[in-house]
């Protein structure tokens, strides 16, 4: 029962005490003076100190962002020049390359003409000597092939038993030879 008995004059002190401060309208123009000031002051340094710095710690940003970008634009200009420079040295490198082969081609060409026709004319010299060294074997054969003909001859009509003289021989198997 002691409990019920402090809760209940507890309920009575409840009646009596004074509504949440904060709500009690005694205590407003004290809050609205603060209030005032607060935000004033907030006002004035967000005006004057806090918002020009973000500003211009903006407007620094953004001229550095379009510097940096104009300095990108022409580097990147100067990377093309540059480019069609090196484009331009090797072509050039190519054709005096082209050109120095071609002249070594043609100078190769010229060598093996030459020395072509100099093997050539080696070849066309000792054609010449065998032939001339053939001719005379060929008539050196031709004259031993005249005599083993007429001994030939003369050996066939001494079995048959008949005689002609070498003179006739001859002039047979050299009449034979050129009919041929």
Not at 36 to 45: K, P, S
Not at 136 to 147: I, P, S, T, Y
């Amino acid at each position: 029962m002691y409990p019920i008995i402090i809760a209940a004059e507890a309920a009575k002190d409840a009646e009596k005490a004074a509504s949440f401060a904060p709500f009690d309208p005694w205590h407003f123009p004290s809050q609205i003076f603060w209030l005032v000031v607060l935000f004033g002051t907030l006002y004035i340094v967000l005006s004057r100190i806090i918002l020009p710095r973000i500003g211009s710690t903006l407007e620094r940003r953004e001229s550095t962002i379009a510097s940096d970008l104009d300095e990108a634009a022409r580097l990147n200009e100067e990377a093309v020049d540059a480019q069609k420079a090196v484009d331009v040295s090797i072509a050039k490198a190519h054709a005096k390359a082209r050109e120095t082969a071609d002249k070594a081609r043609g100078k190769i060409d010229k060598e093996i003409a030459t020395e072509t026709a100099k093997v050539d004319a080696e070849v066309d010299k000792k054609l010449a000597e065998a032939e001339t060294r053939i001719s005379a074997l060929r008539a050196d054969a031709m004259q031993n092939v005249e005599g083993i003909a007429v001994d030939a001859a003369a050996s066939v009509l001494g079995k048959f038993g008949s005689k002609a003289t070498d003179a006739n021989l001859k002039a047979a198997v050299k009449t034979a030879l050129e009919e041929g």
